[in-house]
């Protein structure tokens, strides 16, 4: 089986966008794929963050992923830094990775905004975690949405560089392949249809979070920013149209339909049609999902539980790979 490795961090305000873009894939990959799902709370703490909020954010994100259906006796769950090798070889990495590289990430220009002096280092390294954590177990495979395809060629050049300056120039580490699929790859913000929804926007009336309930789906899918027309009847129509076109293509996500399917009921309605359908057809896809994570989210033993026996499944493959690791680089072991 192909060795998958995704990471999802724990900053609360989990979304559709992670849902569809994320988390219906892992579910779906945990019977042909050998998974390591993670809740990253190492790259969490790259933006200013709450100590007293992590643990149970990082709590909270694993009931959402078992709540979505991830079987930790098919896929093995835990939290990054549970496992010593993600931090001791994001060093190693570093030290392969160049300045260059990292410069051209967009992911760090956004988020970094204008606050050069209020960027963490992690921040602008966050990449290189990354590249660790995917090729510390050599994954062949990594299921992102289409935000992470940069870090993801970027952890593919580290995988290069380290193969030839230290692997003798075989596949010391294999070349980790984006899986970029699934029913929506770029979910955008409701506010902004040029902006991808995220955890981190400060509006909540950007994103749908998968622990709303029925009225405030409707609310925000309600105030959610649109055009005046009516809806086309094909696709081609909504070029130009970006807030229209992510509602269009987050209706076909819920629906498993196509844009094309969807426009053929809708087109020539308005808004004032849509939208309530919309959400309508949101909160009955994630009143499910949210019912069970209010159940498994109150017994933290359990959780804590289901981490720690992850953890220790992904150290057992990692722990080798980072000893050799280290042996490659010329590390002295005793
Ligand atoms: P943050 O704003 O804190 O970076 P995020 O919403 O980007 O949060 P991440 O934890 O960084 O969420 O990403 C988890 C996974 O969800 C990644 O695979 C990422 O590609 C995917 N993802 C994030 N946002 C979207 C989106 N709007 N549409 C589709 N996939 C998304
Ligand atoms: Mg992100």
Redesign the pocket.
């Known amino acids: 089986k192909t060795r998958v490795f ?4 724990p ?1 609360g ?1 989990l ?1 559709l ?2 849902y ?3 988390i219906v894939n892992w579910v779906a990959m945990q019977d042909t794929h050998e998974c390591l799902f993670c809740v ?1 709370d190492m ?2 703490i790259t ?1 200013r963050h709450d100590p007293k909020q992590l643990a149970a954010q990082t709590r909270e994100l694993t009931a959402a992923l078992l709540a979505s259906g991830i079987d930790p006796q098919r896929a093995i769950l835990f939290h990054q830094s549970a496992v010593p090798m993600h931090a001791q070889l994001t060093w190693i990495l570093s030290c392969v990775a160049r300045v260059g590289w990292l410069d051209r990430m967009t ?1 760090y220009k956004d ?1 970094k905004g204008k606050d050069r002096e209020g960027a963490s280092v992690g921040l602008y390294t966050y990449p290189i975690l990354m590249a660790a954590d995917i090729l510390g177990y050599r994954a062949q495979a990594v ?6 395809k940069q870090h993801l060629e970027l952890a593919r050049d580290i995988a290069i560089r380290f193969n030839q300056d230290f692997g003798g120039g075989e596949d010391f580490f294999p070349l980790p392949e984006p899986l970029i699929q699934g029913p ?5 913000s409701l506010r902004d249809g040029t902006a ?6 400060p509006s909540d009336m950007s994103r749908i979070a998968m622990t709303d309930d029925a009225d405030a789906i409707m609310r925000k899918v309600k105030k959610a920013k649109t055009d005046a027309d009516a809806l086309p009847s094909e696709p081609a129509g909504l070029a130009g149209r970006p807030e229209a076109k992510n509602l269009v293509n987050i209706y076909a996500a819920l629906a498993g339909k196509t844009d094309a399917d969807v426009l053929k009921e809708f087109g020539g309605q308005g808004f004032g049609v849509f939208k309530p359908a919309l959400g309508e057809l949101a909160a009955e896809t994630l009143a499910p999902v949210t019912a069970r994570f209010r159940e498994l989210k109150a017994d933290k033993g359990a959780l804590d539980r289901i981490l720690r026996e992850g953890a220790a499944r992904a150290d057992a493959i990692a722990a080798p790979i980072l000893e050799e690791t280290k042996r490659a680089v010329g590390f002295l072991r005793g």
Do not use: C
């Not at 299921?143 to 992470?148: F, L, N, R």
């Not at 991808?196 to 926007?201: A, G, R, V, Y």
């Open positions: 995704s990471g999802i961090q900053t305000n979304h966008g992670n569809l873009g994320a990253v790259h969490a933006m992911q988020k299921p992102v949405g289409e935000d992470q929506a790859t770029r979910v955008m991808k929804m995220s955890k981190s926007d």
